[in-house]
């Protein structure tokens, strides 16, 4: 329109437009609505026991309960090994990383179908929805591994200098929730099938993970398969860093997070390509 | 001339119907369905027929500090509009350019959590509507205020009534301060004394040199407070201009469409009535003016009442009872004349002077009465009188309670002056002012 010549000094804050390449990541936008971020994680955390007896505590007793089975089941009944470790300590340094990611992952498949009065109604960058979720059980992850040291002083385990690498192998559950986070909660949004689909496949996921046994156990010759499992890595490298087991071979783990930053931005692709029909479709 | 808010250039939005359908689907049916799309293929025209436009080619500019109102039929998309504007929703062509920040209000409380206190919401909401912690850190005070909810702030909100719950959600939302608001029929929620102030509020946005889209079927606010409307209607803008203008012609075809302005019997022993009298036509008519307009508050009117007097000097009476909206007699008035008629074909006019009924669509009953006392027959009328409020009044948004709204004539005289004598040579000793 010939009116808008005297706007061409102006450059436009917003262009409204069909979305055409696949690549158009906009993490840029996700970065300006980080205070956003801040509150979504929030709310999460402040809702997640908000009316429940015994509050917070749910945060710990659910690893607590997951480690006396374990302890019952795999160590006293099946004789499990546990690489030279108390296996209390040995089961709930793994079930740490674990109910974060496992909490993460269903909290990430439903965030943005429970977020659907939020994708109706306003503006936001939809990856914070996922981002958020997997996120805010970090949380959690703190006050169990609060948890984990007194039982670590109940049983007298050290840990080693290794535990200076635990925010990387945090860091490497934390994606590995989000990059299958970023696939399901979009397929979530068309396919309601995802949800009942989850718990079934993080119960699986449990089994092919050394959660319950250590990655001795694994025939050597599956080994190298086995790990293409992100979190056995993760789990790995928390029972290392923290209880000084066996290190996780370095050049797995390189494997393994170019793997998972690779699945992360096939994710945020997808992710992405879905958003567009979010709000028509949910 | 102002700087550009808002260029949209042939926005259009086309929905499958497909895609709402597919709605809380399974991969079962997704399966199913896909063995149907197969045979469908056959069929060429078989994927046009489950689209539809929501929007089409929509293009308009909107500059900087204007307040504009979108108005049209539910389903127009007019929502549609403000989604792809506010960026919920991607066009599937066309472009828009936004130049400034902009904020939307398509709900009251978007993203307030139940179990969190008032407080907490203030915060969640500000921050999902597109403030910034240190922007409602300041504004805090005053959205609490505003709220008037102070007393309950750290009380969860799922224990608020609703209607201190829309008074908190809008008490945020009326202090985002984005260059550019799009508002969505959002004042449709709470007491008529909160929808004023609310409305108040966002006329002073506009004040302040921000622009505003608003979308509103409440034509009182949109009159009131838009400068330039649009009328939407089929996913296109088929009217743009100032305010009153749009919305008259809006409010005409609104009454066109479906309503009759006159019944009319063509036998004289179809119509109701007696033996003795059958009516043969009732009408509303504008006193003046073209009939196509609509009837407006000020507008003075007739309602018309032909009728077959078959027995010549009767002595009849017309009789008329008004219903307000709301079912409230408003007035009954009849014919005076005491006078035998002849027998024939007799019209009697009652006129209703303007400044006087209140808005709505109002009804009424004829009653033929003989003698001065006997009701010969009464008859329901079907022609509504559509009365519509077009005023432009500052500060006040909304129908006025009352069964009528005279205008009537008011006078305030100054009748001593003030012992504080720094205000007394802003006044006249005497003032007399007609109240509008």
Redesign the interface.
Known sequence: ?E??A??TA?K????????TGLFQLDLLSVWQYR??L??LI??DV??RY??TAIGAAWVVVQPLINMLIFTFVFSRLAKVPSDGVPYPVFAFAALLPWSYFSQALSKASGSVVTSA????????PRLLIPLAATLAPIVDMFFSFLVLLLLMLWFNVVPSWGLITLPFFILLAVLTALSVGLFTSALNV????VGSIMPFIAQVWMYVSPVAYPVSMVPEQWRMIYSLNPMVGVIEGFRWALLGTTPPDPALMAVSALALLFFCLAGTVYFKAME??F???? | ?S??AI?A?Q?SKR?TVA?AK??????AD?LADSVKSVFRRLRPNATENRTFWALKDV?F?VREGELVGIIGHNGAGKSTLL????????????????????G?L??VG??F?P??SGR?NI??NG????M??EEIRRQFDAIVDFSEVGRFLDM?VKRYSSGMYVRLAFAVAAHLEPEILLVDEVLAVGDIAFQKKCLGKIGSVADGGRTVIFISHNMTAINSLCNRVLWVDNGQIIDDGPATQVVSRYLAKATDDGELSEETWDRADEGPGTDTVRLKRVRVQRLDGDQSEPLTMETPFKIEIEYWNLVADARLHITIHLYTPEGIVAFTTGCQNSQPLPAGLLRSTGYIPGDLLNSGIHRFVVLVVKDSSSVLFTHESQVPINILDVRQREGSYGKEPGVVQPRLVWTTELLDFSPDSSCQSEYSPYLSMQAA
Not at chain 2, 83 to 102: D, E, F, H, M, N
Request: proline fraction near 4%.
């Open positions: 329109m009116c808008t005297g706007m102006q436009p804050s917003v262009v409204i437009q069909p979305q205070e956003l801040y509150f929030w709310r402040m809702t908000k009316q009065n939020l994708v109706t109604k306003i503006y936001f068309r396919y309601r099938d567009q029909s709000a028509d479709v949910i | 001339m700087n550009i260029h250039d926005l929905y895609t597919y709605r809380h689907d399974t991969l997704q293009s500019e989604k792809v504007l506010s960026r919920i929703t991607q066009p599937s062509s066309g472009r828009a350019q936004i130049y400034g920040r902009v939307s398509l709900e978007t993203g959590h179990e969190l907490e915060y969640l921050a999902v509507i597109g910034k912690k969860p």
